[in-house]
Nanobody
């Protein structure tokens, strides 16, 4: 079994910054990618950013230029640096990873990010 542990959420004022971190543990397998999704109240879960083994990254249009995904998929860690946060970034952020073998998706329990003055 694979566990994804997130950390770094919290409350921040508009324009502020937060960094989220995610590390995999347990029956570690190799991942095709690791990334972050978010879900705001009453909305569907959406992709925020993803980092592929090999270095390719992609971002939701709404966070391009403000968020940066980093870490090392080969070492089963991924971070999300969030700058210039807006109230609409408020959501529960989930770490996600897809295994190379069988393409299983794994999810963290989520960490709350709240942007408010």
């Amino acid at each position: 079994q694979v566990q994804l542990a997130e950390s770094g959420g919290g409350l921040v004022q508009p324009g502020g910054s937060l960094t989220l971190s995610c590390a995999a543990s347990g029956s570690i397998t190799s991942f095709v990618f690791m990334g972050w999704y978010r879900q705001a109240p009453g909305k569907q879960r959406e992709l925020v950013a993803r980092s592929f083994r090999g270095g390719t990254t992609n971002y939701a249009d709404s966070v391009k230029g403000r968020f940066t995904i980093s870490g090392d998929v080969a070492k089963n860690t991924v971070n999300l640096q969030m700058n210039s946060l807006k109230p609409e970034d408020t959501a529960v952020y989930y770490c996600n990873a897809r295994s190379t073998w069988l393409s299983n998706d794994y999810w963290g329990q989520g960490t709350q990010v709240s942007v408010s003055s």
